[in-house]
């Protein structure tokens, strides 16, 4: 009996149908393994996920292959998504056996939950050297019924790896200037001067390492870190990467010129993405990224917003296309026969030249993903935005790619703070008022009653799994942001009731961070990862967090478990800095102060605007005015106007300069 039909999960509603007798993980399913003395196989992916579509379809809808599955496993889905503790736990140790990983994750576990045998997509006929999924389920079974001694020594020893690979960084002193240096000669090393970005291909969008190169570009003048980062963000924001059309941006490009896209668009990258061109634009003034940080803010409030005023996880990659086929790209991609039939001969000869459709085509069939070559010399702006229009509308009509429509406590705290700061910096109130709704969706829905932060909610209903370090990291961080930019200070109440849990429940001896809290589910091995992948890892989500809380509160426990957590971010960021760039974001932050802005005026005025376009790595900016701003923001506490005009005060390392009611003095303190 197939048992997802009551799930929550998108990913796992899809599979509701399969002949498969899927259970979700539970402590029952393990107690089936038992009872019939068979192993579990585990298949972790996600709905957005294009190979995970591909292996259901192939293996998991047949029913010979379902039917053996039946007879020799307990077979059960998992989310990643829902569950990252789960996801991490078990993809340890796949990389640890296979050298790679992926999804959709392919894991063979004992009743007792213990990984024996690893793999991610496995074909249903044997090819290039990999085995079909017939073949594994074959073999393992006979490995499980011949050798079951030898599957328990190799279970064994896998855990005991696992368990041996706890971090000990922490409390080992905080990130100084060598450690910053040796960081950015790092990137500089791995940075491709040509496509702008870092490393080959696949090329994912490096959204925390350009925050690190803005943030090091305003404390140091180094010229060399913002043309890294503004040339990278140029580069993304003409590929096939990002939509050309709609706006937002696809998950990565699989070639390292930013052509072709891995088409599913992720909230996470769109959040991060719309925030680093935002504080691009507030530190070089260019068009081009106000442009990107507007239309991806309109992106996700227009394509993933959520009837309860939240924001979806992702838009899948695949969609169908003229055929009826279910293929990647479907939505996005034009042959110059399709421009044609939409606008004509002349303008779309005018629109191939353009977006840079060939004969040929860039991506398959002759298809082409629309990018902004820039060999076209001089344009029509007019006639680009009526081009443009005119295959908006036309594409419209096609059938639309798949939502996954939970929302993930941490992505929203992504997406709060994202909008909240671009409807700031451009004057778009709109956009904030989007970011206050779903803030108020995860304290009403997420929060609830029990006063402990839930990983997701669908329709309005949270979800079952807890919230782990990474959401409450993320929500505090959007809190705080909203806090700064509408001065009310409920938010920043919010934030520290987040912080104080993770300082109770995710805190271990000197300063590390753990991914779940200390009364969670126990799996094989707790989670523990500093390092940033697609999203701020939970710990350096949660330093950066605990320090903008510390500055606004002078919390000494709060600023002492942030560098406590930095410790990691000493180690680390020498060795690996594309992987730990939120960590060295909050570094750079730490080296300034950072600053803390206290402007006794009307939210919305001259000095509060300004302090909000302060470049001062990660200075925390209060506003209020009147007798009661102190109760909502400590930092405004005797802090008056000075003859009745409005006033700002901006202090760090427990010394302040005099106060001005000068917007542009108060720009030059900010390093406006």
Known sequence: MNRLADETSPYLLQHADNPVDWWPWSPEAFAEARERGVPVLLSVGYSSCHWCHVMAHESFEDETVASYLNAHFVPVKVDREERPDIDAV??????????????????FLTPDAEPFYFGTYFPPEARHGSPS???????????????????????????ADLAGRSLVHGGDGVPGESEIAQALLGLTREYDEQHGGFGGAPKFPPSMVVEFLLRHYARTGSEGALQMAADTCSAMARGGIYDQLGGGFARYSVDREWVVPHFEKMLYDNALLCRVYAHLWRTTGS???????????????????????????????????ADGRHVEGAYYVWTPAQLREVLGEDDAAFAAAYFGVTEKGTFEEGASVLRLPGDTGPVDAARVADVRGRLLAAREERPRPGLDDKVVAAWNGLAIAALAETGAYFDRPDLVERATEAAD????????????????????????NAGVLEDYGDVAEGFLTLAAVTGEGAWLEFAGFLLDIVLEQFTGEGGQLYDTAHDAEQLIRRPQDPTDSATPSGWTAAAGALLSYAAYTGSEAHRTAAEGALGVVKALGPRVPRFVGWGLAVAEALLDGPREVAVAGPVGGELHRTALLGRAPGAVVAAGEGPGAGAEFPLLVDRPPVGGEPTAYVCRHFVCDAPTTDAGELAAKLGG
């Open 441 to 464: 969706l995860l304290v009403r829905v997420h929060l609830g009653e029990v006063a402990r932060l839930a990983r997701t909610s669908k329709d309005g209903q949270a979800g079952d």
């Open 287 to 321: 068009d081009e990224a106000r442009r990107i940080a507007l239309e991806t803010a309109d992106f996700m409030v227009r394509e993933l917003r959520t009837a309860e005023g939240g924001f979806a996880s992702a838009l899948d990659a695949d969609s169908e296309d």
């Open 133 to 159: 999924f017939q073949q594994v389920l074959e073999g393992v079974v006979a490995a499980w019924t011949d050798r079951r001694e030898e599957v328990a020594e190799v279970a064994e020893r896998i855990v």
């Open 90 to 107: 078990y993809m340890e140790a796949v990389q640890a056996a296979t050298g790679h990983g992926g999804w959709p994750m392919t894991v």
